[in-house]
C-alpha cells in the first residue's frame, strides 16, 4: 500500500474505523475488464474487519467484482465547506480490500445488520422483507486488508 502524502492530515486506524462504522453510505471502486474505473455510492454496514452491502443479482458492480474482486470503498463525514479560507474541514476513510459474495447465516446475519443500522424501529418487518426479496438479492462482503484516513484542517 502506497503511504499517505500529507501525514499531518492522516488519522489512526481506530479513528477510521469508527468512521466506517458511523457513515450511513460510502462510494464502491471497482476496475471493469476493460480497465475502465467505476464508483458507485450505496449504504453499507461494518463488523469484524468487513464491510457488507447487498445489492441486485446483476449489474456493473457484479460484473466488475466478478473480474476483479480487489476493490477499495471511500466514506466521508463531517463535512463544511470553508467558502473565505478556500477549504473545506471534512474526515475520510478508503479501506481496501477483496469483494465476494456471502451464503447462508452470514448472508442473513449481514442483511439484519443493514435492518439494525438504517431501520431500527422495524426489525420485525425488515426480516418479513428479507424473505420476501431474498430470490432477487445478492449480499456482499469486503474483506478490508488496509484502511487509511485523513481529516482536514491537520491536527494541531
Given at each position: 500500500?502506497?503511504?499517505?502524502?500529507?501525514?499531518?492530515?492522516?488519522?489512526?486506524?481506530?479513528?477510521?474505523?469508527?468512521?466506517?462504522?458511523?457513515?450511513?453510505?460510502?462510494?464502491?471502486?471497482?476496475?471493469?475488464?476493460?480497465?475502465?474505473?467505476?464508483?458507485v455510492p450505496l449504504n453499507y454496514?461494518?463488523?469484524?474487519?468487513?464491510?457488507?452491502?447487498?445489492?441486485?443479482?446483476?449489474?456493473?458492480?457484479?460484473?466488475?467484482?466478478?473480474?476483479?474482486?480487489?476493490?477499495?470503498?471511500?466514506?466521508?463525514?463531517?463535512?463544511?465547506?470553508?467558502?473565505?479560507?478556500?477549504?473545506?474541514?471534512?474526515?475520510?476513510?478508503?479501506?481496501?480490500?477483496?469483494?465476494?459474495?456471502?451464503?447462508?447465516?452470514?448472508?442473513?446475519?449481514?442483511?439484519?445488520?443493514?435492518?439494525?443500522?438504517?431501520?431500527?424501529?422495524?426489525?420485525?418487518?425488515?426480516?418479513?422483507?428479507?424473505?420476501?426479496?431474498?430470490?432477487?438479492?445478492?449480499?456482499?462482503?469486503?474483506?478490508?486488508?488496509?484502511?487509511?484516513?485523513?481529516?482536514?484542517?491537520?491536527?494541531?
Amino acid at each position: 500500500m502506497r503511504e499517505m502524502r500529507r501525514k499531518d492530515k492522516e488519522i489512526g486506524t481506530d479513528e477510521a474505523i469508527n468512521l466506517l462504522t458511523n457513515c450511513e453510505y460510502g462510494v464502491l471502486s471497482t476496475v471493469g475488464n476493460d480497465g475502465q474505473p467505476y464508483g458507485v455510492p450505496l449504504n453499507y454496514t461494518y463488523k469484524d474487519n468487513c464491510i457488507y452491502f447487498h445489492c441486485a443479482l446483476k449489474g456493473h458492480k457484479i460484473d466488475n467484482i466478478d473480474d476483479n474482486p480487489k476493490v477499495s470503498f471511500c466514506t466521508v463525514g463531517n463535512t463544511e465547506v470553508l467558502p473565505s479560507e478556500f477549504s473545506t474541514n471534512y474526515v475520510s476513510a478508503v479501506a481496501f480490500g477483496v469483494a465476494s459474495e456471502v451464503q447462508g447465516t452470514e448472508r442473513y446475519d449481514a442483511l439484519v445488520l443493514l435492518l439494525e443500522k438504517f431501520s431500527p424501529g422495524f426489525i420485525e418487518e425488515g426480516k418479513k422483507y428479507i424473505e420476501k426479496l431474498d430470490k432477487v438479492t445478492k449480499v456482499i462482503k469486503i474483506q478490508i486488508q488496509h484502511i487509511s484516513g485523513k481529516k482536514a484542517p491537520a491536527k494541531s
